[in-house]
Nanobody, 123 residues
Framework: VQLQASGGGLVQAGGSLRLSCLAS???????VGWFRQAPGKEREFVGT????????YYADSVKGRVTISRDKTKNIVYLQLNSLKPEDTAVYYC??????????????????WGQGTQVTVSS
């Protein structure tokens, strides 16, 4: 499966963006996760959703401001970012794989990654 992330851009603090992750070739794996990486920092878990359905999980740092949704007819997973802050600035990656509950917040739980899309939040 190939993943393509899109939708990033420059937005003012308080604004919103919707990122998309399109799967091609095959469908998503068990989990579809979003991670982000700011310059000089490690890749950080943002949220994840089971592709077949079920609860979504979010990092505490974004909980209440982020929503992950799926469109199974289009093989797309969305990451809605609201009330953006300058500290949300990062490259956002989508990923998929057969993570299990204990690894779904870890990059090692995902085997396929998209190329990333830049989100920049100005103050």
């Amino acid at each position: 499966v190939q993943l393509q992330a899109s939708g990033g851009g420059l937005v003012q603090a308080g604004g919103s963006l919707r990122l998309s992750c399109l799967a091609s070739g095959r469908t998503f794996g068990r989990y579809v996760g979003w991670f982000r990486q700011a310059p000089g920092k490690e890749r950080e878990f943002v949220g994840t959703v089971p592709w077949s359905g079920g609860n979504t999980y979010y990092a505490d740092s974004v909980k209440g401001r982020v929503t992950i949704s799926r469109d199974k007819t289009k093989n797309i997973v969305y990451l809605q970012l609201n009330s953006l802050k300058p500290e949300d600035t990062a490259v956002y990656y989508c990923a998929t794989g057969n993570a299990i509950y204990s690894t779904m917040t870890l990059p090692s739980g995902y085997s396929r990654w998209g190329q990333g899309t830049q989100v920049t939040v100005s103050s």
